[in-house]
């Protein structure tokens, strides 16, 4: 088992993460990837750059919903007003993102992390649009208390763009967005299920 490790998640780099995931899968013969929330993209994106190798793969994807893409017409039409940092701020707290952890001079880094981090997962679930992954297994966890997932019913057939066969839901009652801090112990036992 395998986890990205940093001092500080603020440094994490996404181009740099893909490539010292792959460098460490590439080494595995038997390999589950799982993501949370906005590392969706970059899951997506490594497994594909391992595709062609010969490895057992398993996919697990926590707190995620794609956004359906817009029309060039429609992003003319309705233009997105980024989120000032008080509404950001109030919307993850909404979430259960617990600032009292966050000392106060860290707390514009944090925002701005969480708005790379969007843009980031964003820009890949676009560029992956269509490219379907084939005879791999997926499993998509949310907590049916999660403000991102306002409408379970739309994870099928939004993630549907990306898999060749439907997503297994595993729905954590009472959860919100953070429940892989807060449910630890049962996402470890749905992780640990996909790979049998």
């Given at each position: 088992m395998y986890s990205l490790k940093y001092?500080?998640?603020?440094?994490?780099?996404?181009?740099?993460?893909?490539?010292?995931i792959s460098g460490i899968v590439e080494?595995?013969?038997?390999?589950?990837?799982?993501?949370?929330c906005g590392g969706s993209g970059m899951l997506l994106k490594v497994f594909h750059n391992l595709q062609e190798k010969e490895k057992v793969m398993y996919l697990t994807i926590g707190a995620s919903l794609?956004?359906?893409?817009?029309?060039?017409?429609?992003?003319m039409r309705?233009?997105?007003?980024?989120?000032?940092?008080?509404?950001?701020?109030?919307?993850?707290?909404?979430a259960g993102f617990?600032?009292?952890d966050v000392p106060d001079e860290m707390e514009q880094d944090?925002?701005?992390?969480?708005?790379?981090?969007?843009?980031?997962?964003?820009?890949?679930?676009?560029?992956?649009?269509?490219?379907?992954?084939?005879?791999?297994?997926?499993?998509?966890?949310?907590?049916?208390?999660?403000?991102?997932?306002?409408v379970i019913e739309e994870l099928q057939p939004r993630w549907s763009h990306y898999f060749e066969h439907p997503i297994e839901l595993t729905v954590l009652h009472g959860a919100n967005h953070y429940f892989h801090k807060e449910?630890?112990?049962?996402l470890a036992e749905i992780i640990g299920r996909c790979c049998k």
């Open positions: 001092a500080n998640w603020i440094d994490i780099d996404f181009n740099t993460a893909m490539k010292e080494a595995s013969d038997r390999v589950l990837l799982y993501s949370h794609p956004k359906k893409p817009k029309t060039v017409l429609q992003k309705s233009p997105k007003k980024p989120a000032t940092d008080e509404q950001l701020k109030l919307s993850l707290a909404h617990l600032w009292d944090v925002l701005d992390q969480f708005r790379k981090d969007a843009e980031s997962c964003n820009k890949d679930l676009e560029d992956l649009y269509g490219t379907l992954v084939k005879d791999t297994p997926c499993t998509v966890v949310v907590g049916d208390a999660d403000p991102d997932i306002p449910r630890a112990v049962e």
